[in-house]
């Protein structure tokens, strides 16, 4: 081949691959402006309320009841609770497994601020049974971090005595 033809092809070549370079640049800071278009375009607005009604009478029961010697924490995800970063584990997916996850309250040791016990008002949903077996998760979990979980299907139905008796069962549970 003559040297013109091959000057040739190598400028076509870097011609071609200049300009498939700076699409897929363009293209990548095109996606990027579209995803904070995207986010900027995200509205909220502020809940009325974080717990329902049930979950709301059974927090000022617990703080009646509790408020004296625990802080009472509603809605608490599982990340703010457990570490997820162990040795030995994908901690990516360890905290996905969990986020998304929580209890209905924790009780805080007032002189710590370490939990001493999360607490699961459970109701009809808890029936199904992909709930239940996140349930049986949520309850392995805990088990295995040491902290205690306490359920309540009806404390409506329960005395004070029952209720608290609940409790300390489980924080006194190893």
């Keep these: 081949m003559d040297k013109t033809y091959i000057i040739i ?12 370079a700076s699409r897929k640049l363009f293209a990548v800071k095109q996606t990027d402006d579209e995803e904070e278009i995207k986010k ?3 509205r909220y607005f502020a809940k009325s309320y974080i717990m329902t009604q049930r979950e709301n009478e059974f ?26 970063k162990v040795k030995g584990q994908n901690w990516n997916a360890a905290f996905r497994h969990i986020n998304g996850k929580s209890v ?12 001493v016990c999360a607490i699961e008002l459970d109701d009809a949903s808890h029936d199904s049974k992909s709930r239940a077996e996140r349930d049986a998760e ?9 902290i205690p979980l ?15 008796s609940v409790i300390a069962k489980a924080v006194k549970a190893p």
Aim: aromatic share 10%; proline share 4%.
């Design 9 to 20: 092809i190598i400028a076509l070549v870097i011609l071609v691959a200049a300009d498939f």
């Design 40 to 42: 900027s375009t995200y």
């Design 59 to 84: 927090f000022k029961q617990l703080n009646d009841m509790l408020g004296g010697k625990w802080y009472i924490i509603p809605q608490v995800h599982l990340s703010a609770l457990l570490n997820h």
């Design 104 to 115: 209905d309250y924790v009780l805080l040791s007032k002189e710590t601020g370490k939990p």
């Design 138 to 146: 949520v309850e392995r979990i805990f088990k295995a971090a040491n």
């Design 150 to 164: 306490a359920r309540f299907r009806n404390p409506e139905k329960m005395s004070r005595q029952e209720i608290v």
